[in-house]
């Protein structure tokens, strides 16, 4: 079974910063998958963050955390990353990473198109 693992989560004080990591459970490769970052906080549905394509030449990101959040991929590493920099008390909830098949320099930032999905870590910003 198919399975994505986060890490990185944490305590963070305002203006702080994380970096996250989504890497397969199992070693399957994420060279054919799109990846998400979606984020959900208590009494909150799940939102998307940001997303970045399959060849890695196309990312987005939800107006929230433009110019704060950086995505990016390390194919020999076989990883996703989420740098967060001048975090806020509202960042805080548990971000999941997800994975669809895709091709090109699409992506899309919406938790209905993605088919795998890591079970979350947790970032707390606090002050």
């Known amino acids: 079974q198919l399975q994505l693992v986060e890490s990185g989560g944490g305590l963070v004080q305002p203006g702080g910063s994380l970096r996250l990591s989504c890497t397969p459970a199992n070693g399957f490769t994420l060279d054919y998958y799109a990846i998400g970052w979606f984020r959900q906080a208590p009494g909150k549905e799940r939102e998307g963050v940001s997303c970045?394509?399959?060849?890695?030449?196309?990312?987005k990101y939800v107006d929230s955390v433009k110019g704060r959040f950086t995505i990016s991929r390390d194919d020999a590493k076989n990883t996703v990353y989420l740098q967060m920099n001048s975090l806020k008390a509202e960042d805080t909830a548990v971000y999941y990473c997800a994975a669809e098949v895709s091709y090109g320099s699409r992506c899309l930032i919406s938790v209905d198109e993605y088919d795998l999905w890591g079970q979350g870590t947790q970032v707390t910003v606090y002050s």
């Open positions: 970045v394509s399959s060849n890695g030449g196309g990312t």
